[in-house]
Each structure stands twice: as structure tokens, then as C-alpha cells.
């Protein structure tokens, strides 16, 4: 799931239960990212960790890129 905000700044949600991180960012960068209709700004790209992977089994981590309309 991914959705855009204003200022323009996409928001991806994914959960993680392996603790590949590695697929989520890939994911993020070569599928999300081409199909949307933007592209990155060059700013600072950061990540939201929404539990405690240890405690709980499974991460639910939101990615927020800074983007620019194609």
C-alpha cells in the first residue's frame, strides 16, 4: 500500500516477519517507486518502525520518501 501526502512525500506501509528488510526497500525502489508517477527528490528517505519485531514476530515498517510528480 502506498499513498501520497502533501507536500508530496510518499508513504509506504509493509510488514516484515522474516526481518528481510533488504525485499522491503527493494520492493520499494523498484516496484513502488516506477509505478507511481513520481520520483524521488533527493531529500532524505526515512522509515517508521510501528512495533518491536523481537517482541511481537513481525515489523510493521512505514517508508516515507520525499517525491516529485513525473
Known sequence: ???IYRPESLFYRVP???GDFETAWNNFNQKILPTSGYQPT???CYEHYLNDLDIDGYDDLDIYQKVMKV
Open 16 to 18: 516484515i516477519t522474516d
Open 1 to 3: 500500500m502506498f499513498r
Open 42 to 44: 533527493g531529500n532524505i
